[in-house]
């Protein structure tokens, strides 16, 4: 799963396939962050080819119930509703 829109890279391309690549959740704190790693589109991401990477903050309370939220596909609809510019993603 991951999420196709086009985000700025730093080398002057868009990436167009954004996976996450790490989820860090404090369970005291309630909140944490989510790595995303970016690729020009899917073919380079079989291929391993990365083209950055970004970090989405989850502040206390985004994640309610840690054994449901924290599933890929939840963690998908969450990055959507807290990154504005993800908001129009398409689920691929």
Not at 19 to 44: C, L, N, P, T, W
Not at 48 to 73: C, H, W, Y
Request: hydrophobic share 45%.
């Amino acid at each position: 799963m991951a999420l196709e829109i086009a985000k700025d890279t730093p080398f002057g391309v868009d990436a167009t396939y954004h996976r996450i690549q790490a989820i860090h959740f404090y369970m005291e704190e309630g909140a944490g962050e989510i790595v995303m790693a970016s690729y020009i589109d899917a073919s380079k991401r079989a291929a391993g080819k990365v083209a950055g990477s970004f970090k989405i903050p989850l502040q206390p309370g985004v994640i309610r119930n840690p054994d449901t939220d924290l599933a890929r596909a939840e963690l998908y609809k969450i990055i959507k509703r807290v990154m504005p510019e993800m908001r129009n993603a398409i689920d691929v």
